[in-house]
């Protein structure tokens, strides 16, 4: 079966830009999640959308924000880019979340804010 | 709040060779599963192995299995007859049992298998 596909791959955006980053879940997969992966802070959670509703926040500022749609797909916005943001952008999906089988992964979207 | 420590930021080994890496947490649910994932150059996270915190039993996939040590709040990884291929960043990660909870990573370790 397929994957989770994060689309694009890479970006390059300015500061003070917004981007919109898409992940497609593996099918029969109602739960995804995003974190942001940076060399300093490690991987950090995001949120998590269950059912077209967030189920969970990280501890991050309210530029970033998401949501998922009827078929399961999710988006994640960040308005407002900052140097700061540049990250690779990890999508991951699980049939509820919580999930103790594991979470699949996607390839990630690598962000640079310049 | 729950927290995963990875105390070996790199490790090197020979092809063919055995390695150990090493993980603990801290935490005091007593329903959780622990993770090793594997994030080569492509990016792309790859679960290597699980474990259920209420199972005594280490779990093994082939060539890879963990020490569990459950009152020491230690996971390690062991990697046999290491492969190049096995060159990555290794995270281990703890999830809360329970539906909205996140998986929360360690710093990673980066093997690299050496020729």
């Known amino acids: 079966k397929a994957g989770v596909t994060q689309t694009p791959r890479y970006l390059i955006k300015t500061r003070g830009q917004q981007v919109t980053l898409s992940c497609s879940p593996i099918?029969?997969?109602?739960?995804v999640s995003w974190y942001q992966q940076t060399p300093g802070q490690g991987l950090q959670f995001l949120f998590e959308?269950?059912?077209?509703?967030?189920?969970n926040k990280g501890n991050f500022p309210g530029r970033f924000s998401g949501r998922q749609f009827s078929n399961s797909r999710s988006e994640m916005n960040v308005s407002t880019l900052e140097l700061g943001d540049s990250a690779l952008y990890l999508c991951?999906?699980?049939?509820?979340?919580?999930?103790?089988?594991?979470?699949?992964f996607g390839s990630g979207t690598r962000l640079t804010v310049v | 709040a729950q927290t995963v420590t990875q105390s070996q930021p790199e490790m090197s080994v020979q092809e063919a060779e055995t390695v150990t890496l090493s993980c603990t947490y801290d935490?005091?649910?007593?329903?959780?599963?622990l993770f090793w994932y594997k994030q080569p150059p492509s990016r792309q996270m790859i679960l290597v192995i699980r474990?259920?915190?209420?199972?005594?039993q280490n779990a093994t996939e082939n060539r890879f299995s963990v020490n569990f040590q459950k009152a020491a709040k230690s996971f390690s990884l062991k990697i046999s007859d290491s492969q190049l291929g096995d060159t990555a960043m290794y995270f281990c990660?703890?999830?809360?049992?329970?539906?909205?909870?996140?998986?929360?990573f360690g710093t990673g370790t980066l093997l690299a298998v050496q020729p």
């Open positions: 991951a999906s699980s049939l509820a979340g919580g999930d103790p089988y594991g979470y699949t």
């Open positions: 099918s029969g997969h109602r739960s």
């Open positions: 959308y269950f059912s077209e509703t967030q189920r």
């Open positions: 935490t005091s649910e007593s329903n959780y599963y």
């Open positions: 474990q259920e915190a209420y199972k005594q």
């Open positions: 990660a703890f999830i809360r049992g329970g539906a909205t909870n996140k998986l929360i």
